[in-house]
């Protein structure tokens, strides 16, 4: 088959117009370079000088010109400090020079590095420059947008401070969990009856008695005192969802033989939470007085906290039999995956 | 399509059409039917691991779903539903004290004390939590169970409800006859602190020993749910039952006025506690000159029969001259605006105002009736169907003959003063959240930008700044 061809009309070859300013442009980076034989190349902007000659350290250039001439050097180790040395010969201290005898053995506060001074350009020097030359026109200074922001006229408040914090946002304003919980309550689509019933399970939290501390309940690591839980119930209800949150799942799937083997599988922080508000919800929903939902839901989070909850058990189940079969985890060589998004330690296991 | 002359081309290229040439296509098959292969038949294709048989097998298979295991839960005892619904908790451990200054009897009527809060008097010694949560002033959409205690913010509504407090006692306006009654409406939108200032007043009034009466919902007294009788004098339909509630607690409420322990001996007040004439109570009691007034209410909270004269006699002897002042209150006076839920004998829906307690409030707040020196206190609310009568009253609108408006209501309101109950002001809206901010509920700092912000959210209105503080919903 012959290849295709294409014919292009005229019309569509024109240029078009560029939505561009007429203004020259004045991003360096857009702009290409260039380059004419009769342009002296640009002299680099700082010249290598004579001070910046590479040369040992003066002890070390001792010991070179001592292994050279075949005696001993003037100091037996490279790198002697100055101090040590003023203290150990006093004839040296005649010979060592004005800026040292002061401050034996105390480090300089200042630099001695050479830096290349740039001699003036002689055909014009600073005096004459400004004497005669016009004054260039002061370049204004660089506006920042809070000055911006203050200056707007007519304005009774400034502007915002970007970037916006994250609740900012009209349909992401509560924290992610928050939202999770809600999403997790919700039957039906209503989400303002979720929202209300959320709002009972904080208000719940409030007004309860602060939780007791128990011994051996795995609460998440850097937990505030549990005292001070009931006037941040946000804090509350995450500390117990994160805390009896599991780190895997158990994923049943067949091995060799035809017997389907338990494979642990890693979860995001996301699913982890789901996990627990199922467990939590299902204990609730378990116990024996007549509460309304919020009641009964806030109950079982004071619960988790002191560490009475049944989700606890379920987490350890789930997290022995994931230990068990550890030798089942498939790490799957053909699936490449960046570090940096590995966000779970499969070596824990 | 391809043109067949390019443009602006030299030369021609060589071009082959290859489906041009002499050769026809046929749009049909020339092969013999019978060479065909076979047609399928049709249904789903034999798979080689499930044979027909056993798929049939499977899909008759009846699968047996678990019932989930429901739990048994006890049945709510009598009254177990309401007393949780009306639970008052006016106290959180969690929260962090607030010093607050006391909502002191010194405080009527002061207007440099607007725009703060002030911690309502609840010492040991003090019993005015007590008897307000005996009147049932106290309510649950209030939001006390937040804080460590019940704290309320003294606004410039406070004041002229401290006013009219402070005309009766000073005796202003008083008629020939030494009374002195004030009558007067809160009105406003929803959430805007009308109960509140209704707490307010009784707070003052318990302080300085007056005799309150408080109807705390006025929705209780037409929604049909207490026994009802009509009495042959009036035309008027009797409600004992709840008459008993309201007396046990105004007996409550009140006990140290009705002993007359506060007074001096040489008060006429301590007088007025002994029944200066004799009254009937029900068909066979009578209740002799000098009897206690104390005694008489608590002979007829034991037996609701009595209850409606006893209510009376104790309405009689306030208006008397010598006795204490009194506070008549009431809460959604819109509910007692609409007919009511009650049918008489030939089912006919019974007009609120036909309803022996409701009349003799709107009596009291019309002037028909009046105390010696008392306050009537009503306020309207916002939870109510459409009260157009009632709307166009408070407007001061007259009743426009082509408007089916309920010829009674505007009447029954007459000469009362309206109270407009108004948003917060930005000083009063800012002690509210620093009370919020302190008691450690609110985490957000009380800065400019985060004040502005909630005010404007909330648009001063008290009930969604607490929503816009600390709630998800508001």
Same mark, same amino acid.
């Given at each position: 088959m012959l290849p295709r061809t294409a014919s292009v009309r005229s019309s569509i070859l024109r240029i078009l117009p560029r939505h561009?300013?007429?203004?020259?442009?004045?991003n360096p980076v857009l702009l290409r370079n260039f380059a004419s034989r009769y342009t002296p190349p640009p002299t680099p902007s700082k010249p290598i000088g004579?001070?910046?000659?590479?040369?040992?350290h003066i002890s070390e250039e001792g010991a070179i010109t001592a292994g050279i001439m075949g005696g001993e050097g003037l100091?037996?180790?490279?790198?002697?400090p100055i101090g040590e040395m003023l203290r150990t010969d006093p004839t040296a201290l005649q010979n060592?020079?004005?800026?040292?005898k002061g401050i034996p053995g105390v480090k300089r506060e200042y630099s001695t590095t050479a830096t290349p001074i740039e001699p003036p350009l002689p055909e014009a020097p600073a005096d004459i420059a400004s004497s005669?030359? &016009?004054?260039p026109a002061p370049t204004p200074p660089p506006v920042s947008p809070d000055a911006f922001a203050l200056t707007?006229?007519?304005?009774k408040y400034p502007l915002p401070?970007? &970037?916006?914090?994250?609740?900012?946002h009209l349909k992401h304003r509560y924290s992610t969990l928050l939202e999770q919980v809600t999403n997790f309550i919700m039957?039906?689509?209503?989400k303002a009856k979720a929202e209300s019933l959320v709002d009972q399970i904080l208000a719940n939290l409030r007004t309860r008695p602060a939780p007791k501390p128990r011994e051996g309940?795995?609460?998440? &690591?850097?937990?505030?005192a549990l005292s001070t839980l009931p006037l941040d119930p946000i804090q509350y209800l995450q500390t117990a969802i994160d805390s009896v949150s599991p780190l895997v799942k158990i994923l049943m799937l067949k091995g060799g033989g035809g017997a389907k083997q338990p494979v642990p599988y890693p979860l995001r922080l996301r699913q982890r939470r789901r996990f627990a508000l199922t467990w939590i919800s299902a204990a609730a929903d378990k116990?024996?007085?007549?509460?309304?939902f919020a009641e009964r839901f806030a109950d079982e989070v004071v619960a988790v906290v002191e560490g009475r909850s049944s989700a606890w058990e379920k987490r350890s189940q789930v997290h022995k039999l994931a230990v068990v079969s550890r030798a089942n985890v498939i790490i799957d060589p053909g699936r490449t995956v960046a570090p940096s998004k590995i966000r779970f330690p499969i070596a824990v296991l | 399509m391809v043109s067949p002359i390019l443009w602006r081309c030299p030369q021609m290229p060589h071009i082959i059409?290859?489906?041009?040439?002499g050769l026809r296509i046929h749009?049909?098959?020339?092969?013999?039917?019978?060479?065909a292969k076979p047609l399928k038949p049709k249904g789903s294709p034999p798979s080689s691991k499930m044979n027909p048989g056993k798929q049939r097998m499977q899909s008759s298979k009846v699968h047996v779903k678990k019932k989930p295991i429901m739990v048994q839960k006890p049945a709510y005892e009598v009254g177990q539903r309401k007393e949780l619904r009306k639970r008052i908790v006016?106290?959180?451990?969690n929260a962090i004290p607030v010093v607050l200054p006391t909502m002191t009897a010194?405080?009527?009527?002061? /207007?440099?004390?607007?725009?703060a809060m002030f911690a309502l008097p609840?010492? /040991?010694?003090?019993?005015i939590v007590d008897r307000l949560r005996a009147l049932e002033?106290?309510?649950?959409?209030?939001?006390?169970?937040?804080?460590?205690r019940p704290c309320t913010l003294f606004r410039k509504e406070t004041v002229e409800v401290g006013r009219l407090l402070e005309r009766v006692m000073r005796r202003e306006g008083a008629g020939e006859d030494g009374r002195v009654n004030e009558r007067a409406i809160l009105h406003g939108y929803y959430g805007c602190g009308r109960s509140m200032l209704l707490l307010q007043a009784m707070t003052w009034a318990l302080q300085k020993e007056w005799v309150v009466i408080a $109807?705390?919902?006025?929705q209780d007294l037409v929604i049909g749910h207490t026994e009802y009788e009509l009495e042959g004098n009036s035309h008027l339909w009797l409600q004992k039952a709840y008459t008993t509630d309201l007396l046990n607690r105004v007996l409550e409420a009140n006990q140290k006025t009705l002993k007359g322990v506060?007074?001096?001996?040489?008060?006429p007040a301590r007088a007025m506690m002994k029944i200066s004439q004799s009254y009937r109570l029900g068909r066979t009691d009578e209740v002799q000159k000098g009897d206690l007034m104390k005694t008489v209410l608590e002979t007829a909270v034991l037996d609701p029969l009595l209850a409606w004269d006893a209510f009376n006699a104790l309405l009689g002897e306030l208006s008397l001259p010598g006795s204490p002042p009194a506070l008549f209150a009431l809460d959604n006076l819109n509910q007692i605006s609409i007919p009511s839920k009650y049918r008489d004998p030939a089912f006919n829906a019974i007009h609120s105002h036909d309803l022996a307690l409701p009349n003799t409030f709107l009596a009291y707040l019309s002037g028909k009736r009046g105390f010696h020196k008392g306050v009537t206190l009503a306020a309207t609310s916002s939870?109510?169907?459409?009260t157009l009568a009632l709307d166009a009253a408070l407007e001061g609108r007259g009743v426009d003959p082509y408007e089916r408006l309920d010829?009674? $209501?505007?009447?029954?309101? /007459?000469g009362a003063q309206i109270i407009h109950v108004d948003s917060l002001s930005k000083e009063e809206a800012k002690a509210l959240m620093d009370y919020y901010n302190e008691s450690g509920?609110?985490?957000?700092?009380?800065?400019i930008a985060t004040f502005n912000e909630k005010y404007a959210v909330s648009a001063g209105n008290p009930r969604d700044l607490f929503g816009a503080c600390l709630r998800i919903r508001q």
């Open positions: 561009t300013s007429l203004a020259p442009r004045s004579p001070s910046q000659d590479v040369l040992p100091y037996p180790m490279p790198g002697v060592t020079p004005k800026l040292f005669t030359a &016009p004054a707007i006229p007519g304005a401070k970007l &970037p916006l914090p994250s609740c900012s039957i039906g689509g209503r309940t795995p609460l998440l &690591p850097g937990t505030p116990k024996k007085d007549r509460l309304g | 059409y290859p489906f041009k040439s749009s049909f098959t020339t092969t013999s039917p019978l060479s006016l106290s959180n451990t010194d405080l009527i009527g002061n /207007e440099d004390a607007a725009g609840s010492r /040991e010694a003090d019993t002033a106290f309510q649950t959409k209030q939001h006390w169970p937040f804080f460590y $109807i705390p919902n006025a506060g007074f001096p001996s040489s008060c939870k109510c169907s459409r010829p009674r $209501i505007g009447p029954s309101i /007459e509920i609110m985490k957000d700092p009380v800065d």
